[in-house]
């Protein structure tokens, strides 16, 4: 999950820079689909495995809440600072937690609601009075997390009958059919530098996702998604050192809580 929160934060870099070179949400989700669909199918070919779907309305559910996380994502990247952006959609591990039991049938334990409660003051943080100051952003930025706590959790149930590679699969081909008309709308012609950053995406998208899909193959929902929140953290650090945005007082201690979070999850 650590290693998927670095992929993540590489592509919210990424989605920030073609974003400000005026390539719209709908075409950035087109490319990181349909790139993502092609990357994984090949993969799939050469090492001979199966994309065949084994519990088909799990994955509809699946690519929708997820596209549509992902769209809000997107935007709110666009919007806000790329730390702000991407802590203010991790209140999903929250939400996950709350709904597992009841979707999953997972007990969570006191350790991880602590841990949860922890990173969710630092989220407060970054979106209080002090921090984050655009009201669409921050509202994309929270329905990111729920849409995203939906598909998560959704994850967890289809790695009990499907694998990885098709779980995958299926949500980047059906991203790509749900994101197709983007294409029909005024598409920016890109130059080699931003088709390279377009393509790295999609690339950059795969290798996260089946990072994602198999941390919530091998951990119970609410504690794999407690260690999200390192995604934030890395974001950070990369909008300082390429961005050159230097994050508020708030989003500094709403950080340093979001790696106790972590840390308190790690124990035991």
Do not use: K
Request: hydrophobic residues 60%.
């Amino acid at each position: 999950m650590i290693a998927a929160s670095l992929m993540f934060a590489c592509m919210g870099l990424v989605v920030r820079r073609v974003s400000a070179q005026g390539v719209p949400t709908g075409e950035v989700l087109a490319w990181r689909t349909t790139v993502t669909t092609v990357v994984v199918a090949a993969v799939a070919l050469i090492g001979g495995s199966s994309l065949r779907p084994v519990n088909v309305r799990m994955h509809l559910v699946r690519a929708v809440v997820g596209m549509v996380a992902m769209g809000c994502y997107f935007f709110t990247i666009g919007r806000l600072p790329l730390g702000d952006a991407v802590l203010l959609t991790y209140l999903s591990p929250v939400l996950v937690a709350a709904l597992a039991p009841w979707t999953t049938g997972e007990r969570v334990t006191r350790r991880v609601w602590a841990a949860l409660v922890l990173g969710l003051a630092g989220v407060a943080l970054v979106a209080g009075p002090h921090g984050a100051s655009d009201p669409l952003g921050i509202a994309s930025g929270l329905a990111s997390a729920f849409f995203a706590a939906l598909a998560y959790l959704s994850i967890r149930v289809l790695t009990r009958t499907d694998t990885n590679t098709t779980i995958v699969f299926w949500f980047s081909a059906l991203g790509a059919l749900m994101s197709a008309p983007a294409w029909l709308d005024g598409v920016v012609v890109p130059d080699v530098g931003l088709l390279f950053e377009l393509v790295g995406i999609g690339v950059i998208g795969a290798i996260a996702q089946r990072l994602l899909t198999r941390a919530y193959a091998l951990g119970e929902a609410a504690e794999v998604a407690v260690y999200s929140y390192a995604t934030p953290v890395f974001a950070y650090v990369l909008g300082l050192l390429v961005l050159g945005e230097v994050p508020a007082a708030p989003s500094v201690v709403g950080t340093l809580l979001v790696v106790g979070a972590g840390a308190l999850a790690a124990r035991g």
